[in-house]
């Protein structure tokens, strides 16, 4: 069955079709949402809303666009909800660029295992802007409109997660040089 067709069948409320949507997108959908949450369980309990979220509002989905990035949406804004609903705390610090002069070292030394360590270890503030930025690839101007944050307080949740990426690396056993570190 196609895509087309499993959206065609969902729009009907076809319990095989929702299935097969559901089957097709669990696994990358559900990285979305663990990607914000640390908790599996919780990331399970988004997802699952997220989907159903998903499966009664896809009459909305208008098919421009891809219907991944459509759920993909839909899997974020869930995720950034509930982490509201915890609270979410991001420090607004004024000028923190002269923190991290250049980001070239985290690029270059990064591992695939060491990658899921690194954001388990971000605090989640640090966590949803890399999330936003590096990942979803949003603005800090869209950032700070979802979030309800001032744009300086995304860009210097960002700067500050990259130190702290930066640190992680080093206990890691990749120190940067002397040109890494000017």
Partial sequence: MTES????GCKKQD???QRLLYDLYAERLFGVCLRYLRDRQEAEDVYSEGMYKVLT???QYS????LYGWMK???VNESLMRLRKKKLQLQDIDDVSHLLEDDSYIEENLFAADIKAMMDELPTGYRTIINLYLIEGYKHREIAEMLGISINTSKSQLILAKKRMIQFLERMGHPRTESEKK
């Fill in 5 to 8: 067709e499993i959206i065609k």
């Fill in 15 to 17: 319990r095989q079709c």
């Fill in 57 to 59: 509002k896809i009459k």
């Fill in 63 to 66: 098919g421009s666009g891809s």
């Fill in 73 to 75: 949406r839909i899997m």
